[in-house]
Structures are given as structure tokens and as C-alpha cells.
Nanobody, 125 residues
Framework: QVELVESGGGSVQAGGSLRLSCAAS????????MGWFRHDGATTRVGVAA???????TYADSVKGRFIVSKDDTKNILYLQMDSLNPEDTAMYSC???????????????????WGRGTQVTVSS
């Protein structure tokens, strides 16, 4: 059983920063990719960023240059550093792990098996 618990969300002004964390426990496959996704309740989950076992990263165009995904393998924690936030970034952010298929895009939510409950990020103008 795998458990993912996100933290670090909150309310910030436009231009501000937040750092999200995702603590993973259980039978995590160290070779698998992990990712961050977001949704605003009215949309399906959208891929934000992902990182593979070698530290290779992938970002959605909307966050390139503003967000950085990283992980601490010794602590099994996934991070998302978010800078220059704008109101369009307001959403529930969830982390995901465990790949159903390595052939699927790393930002495709259908790729992932395990999901955290999410942490809310609200950016005001």
C-alpha cells in the first residue's frame, strides 16, 4: 500500500511563492516517475510537473520558468517550488506516483496509480 500526503498549500498574493511537499510512504517503486497535478473543481486533473528516477523533469508550458519539481529520495519527499504565482494557478494540487504504463506521457494523469488528497493553493490578485 502506498500513501501520499501533500502539504504546503495556502493563500498568497499574485507574484508570491509557495513550496508544496508530498510525503510518500509504503512500497514506492524507486524507478517510477512522480508528478504534480492540479484541478480547480470544474476541470479534470492537469499535469503540472513530473520527475523521473534520474532526476529528469518535465513541465507544462504554463508553469515553465516559474515552477521547479524536485525530490529527496532519502526522505521519500516530492517537492514543487512555485514562484511568480498568478490567479490562474489557483487550484487543488495533488501528487501522484506509480505508473500503469511507462509508455504514457508523464503529465497524463491516467498514467498514475496512487494519488494524494491534495493541498489547496489560492492566489489573489
Amino acid at each position: 500500500q502506498v500513501e501520499l500526503v501533500e502539504s504546503g498549500g495556502g493563500s498568497v498574493q499574485a507574484g508570491g511563492s509557495l513550496r508544496l511537499s508530498c510525503a510518500a510512504s509504503g512500497d514506492i517503486d524507486g524507478s517510477a516517475c512522480m508528478g504534480w497535478f492540479r484541478h480547480d473543481g470544474a476541470t479534470t486533473r492537469v499535469g503540472v510537473a513530473a520527475i523521473d528516477s534520474n532526476g529528469g523533469t518535465t513541465y507544462a508550458d504554463s508553469v515553465k520558468g516559474r515552477f521547479i519539481v524536485s525530490k529527496d529520495d532519502t526522505k521519500n519527499i516530492l517537492y514543487l517550488q512555485m514562484d511568480s504565482l498568478n490567479p490562474e494557478d489557483t487550484a487543488m494540487y495533488s501528487c501522484a506516483a506509480g505508473s500503469k504504463s511507462l509508455a504514457m506521457d508523464v503529465l497524463d494523469p491516467n498514467r498514475y496509480i496512487y494519488w494524494g488528497r491534495g493541498t489547496q493553493v489560492t492566489v489573489s490578485s
